[in-house]
């Protein structure tokens, strides 16, 4: 069954860091993008970073540009989210996406396959 898988959400104080995890199974990430959403409470559902698993190349929201980076490790089909100082604003679920099609920065419905997602909460 393709799944994907995320983890590494919890509970930081404002300018602590996470690192979240994005596992597939089912299917390998190779000639995908992997994306990473966002959605608080009441919200619409942002773009966050995606990253290409054929050349590398990341793209960020402006909103965690310089604070985020996103990684892949194509052999263990794992994209990580290093998020370092956190603020409350990054308080949401936090989701994996894969996209089998290589198009660079994409909306959520360009995305074949999700996570379950995985809470971050930033405290003042």
């Known amino acids: 069954e393709v799944q994907l898988q995320a983890s590494g959400g919890g509970l930081v104080q404002s300018g602590g860091s996470l690192r979240l995890a994005c596992t597939a199974s089912g299917f390998t990430f190779d000639g995908y993008a992997i994306g990473w959403f966002r959605q608080a409470p009441g919200k619409e559902r942002e773009g966050v970073s995606c990253i290409s698993s054929t050349d590398g190349r990341r793209y960020y929201a402006d909103s965690v540009k310089g604070r985020f980076t996103t990684s892949i490790n194509i052999a263990k089909d794992t994209v990580y989210l290093e998020m370092n100082n956190l603020e409350p604003e990054d308080t949401a679920v936090y989701y994996c996406?894969?996209?089998?099609?290589?198009?660079?920065?994409?909306?959520?419905?360009?995305?074949?396959?999700w996570g379950q997602g995985t809470q971050v909460t930033v405290s003042s």
């Open positions: 996406a894969a996209d089998r099609e290589i198009r660079g920065w994409a909306p959520p419905s360009e995305y074949d396959y």
